[in-house]
């Protein structure tokens, strides 16, 4: 059969990183490539107990179709929480969703047209790009610097549907964005009538002081945002949540009903019965701690190793170091010299929407022991080194 598929087939992409990660997932590898959240943080006494007790107690309700909007008490609970961070929103506004992934997704499909204009951040989430691109609409970057995208550049991406920002420990970057820069950018946006689309699934993940208010706090009705449980909990509940303005609710709402009718009501039950009693304000914590140590041992590691002319901030929160090369040096083309050496990184180029910065690539601290971490870079960092030598004198850095 000559089956005949639609244009926005033609869009669909696979996952340059997943493809990267099996390659990386051959035994001996140490992988700091990934972007998963650790396993040693997911509660499983936790989850064994809440699933005994929603199991004993609503296993009709639980086992049984749900509303499309999510478990009340969960969405009472988001709206709380939100509250907390200074989002003022009521409970009729959340959709639990089937992952933040899938809010991407439903957002894009209720705003975005063929052509429409979409301004991301460069780099961006690269799963973004891949839930958008379906829906055909232009991607306008916005440049930026150390402290994430300029407000000015907001300009270029005048009568853009939303732009798209990630303001704590952003993936791919791990930058957080100040709380002056979060203050001009939803200004900016508003004197020129650009919708945001947040997305915040590392905000709780900070090591030393907690990140500034969500840029919804400021902008209110102009603004959707999007959180999960993926990195506080386990990714594979699969559990994420949107809060709209009264205005697109309805029609997010009706687009999820066609997606997948609801997210699990069972998993929605599972989690609010361990959430409910405060066991984040503990169990949040302990990631930190985890979480923290792997970053400063990466930190010490890349300090060790890199030759000279690699730079990267370090992250103050989030799972990622992101590293620029000299500029002569291309990650992709690299990635092969140093799985042979027994180590994975993700290649930077993908995150960018107009591609380019062959020059970058992105680490992640989580899953790796110190151990592992330190040979790790210490392995990418003898490839980079060796690939200077080898005739990229035009990578070498120009004395200051
Ligand atoms: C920035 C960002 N947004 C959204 C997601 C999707 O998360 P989930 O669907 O698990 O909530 C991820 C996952 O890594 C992410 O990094």
Redesign the pocket.
Known sequence: MNWQMARRAERLNPSTIREILKVTERPGIISLAG?LPSPDTFPVAAMQDATSRVLRDTPREALQYAASEGYGPLREWVAAEMAHHGLQADASQVLITT???QG?DLVGKVLIDPGSRVAVEAPT?L??LQAFAPYEPEFVALEGDDDGPRPDTLDTARGARFAYL?PNFQ?PSGRCLSAARRTALVDRAAEIGLPILE?N?YGDLWFDTPPPPPLSARAGDAAVYLG?F?KVLA?GLRL?YLVAPKVLYPKLLQAKQAADLHTPGFNQRVVHQIIHGGFLDTHVPTIRALYKTRRDAMQAALQAHMPAGCRWQTPAGGMFFWVTLPTALDATALLPQAVAAGMAYVPGAPFFPQGGHANTLRLSFVTATPEQIHTGVAALAQVLAGALRAGHPAALPVPA
């Open positions: 972007g992952g933040s992934q991407l989430y799963g973004a990630l993936n997305d699934p999960s993926s990714p994420g």
